[in-house]
């Protein structure tokens, strides 16, 4: 069975690196079920409560770059279990992605989840389209309540995706993440006031009585 992430990754000069540490046979002949080119309900749901990702591409000059995206958790959407499609808004415009991948359409995208110290990594083939290029795309990857100003779409052809293991990802919190997470001390904290201030009145009524 093949190990689709790794079948990319793994180039000679991996191979020799991991030849170097002593790690090249646990690699050499993996065995197990990896068939990782189609996203699972897994895949999907992770994908849907994500609010960011970092995506990778190379210049014509060899050059790596890596952007954060960010938006309305969602945003990065799953139109089948081989597509991803995103809507490209505005930031600081210079469009360096969008020129790396018109010129060499491989992208690699990291998705984590802090919080359960999970990360998800994607090969994949992106494709530049006109927000009018195909409106029931564009309808569906939108999301309308985000303000700003949206310039393109990107679609990603899946080539193969991994899980990778939680090691050295420290735990981070969004501001909505922690006050949920706390959403139960905060109410004790409340009640605890509300009957410290009821306490109170009732010891000044009897010293004024």
Known sequence: MT???MDIALTPAV??????????????????HREFDRFSARETAFI?????????????????????????AGFLKV???????????????QYISTGNLAENNRACLFLIDYPARAR???????????????????AAVTDGDYGAKAERIFRLKLEAFD????????PRYTEA???????????????LGRENASLRERLDSRRKG
């Open 79 to 93: 139109l089948d279990d081989r597509t991803l499609a995103f809507v490209d808004y505005r930031g600081n415009r």
């Open 15 to 32: 191979r020799r690196a991991q030849a170097e540490m002593g790690a090249d046979r646990l690699w050499s002949d993996f065995k197990g």
């Open 163 to 170: 899980w990778n293991c939680p090691q050295h990802i420290v």
């Open 120 to 138: 998800l990594k994607i090969y994949a083939r992106a494709e530049k389209l006109a927000l009018d290029a195909d409106p029931a795309l564009t």
């Open 3 to 5: 190990y689709g992430f």
């Open 48 to 72: 849907a409560e994500r609010d960011s990702f970092y995506m990778a591409s190379v210049s014509e000059t060899g050059w790596p770059y890596i952007q954060h995206r960010g938006g309305p």
């Open 177 to 191: 993440e922690f006050l949920a997470a706390s959403q139960m001390l905060l109410d004790k904290v409340t009640l």
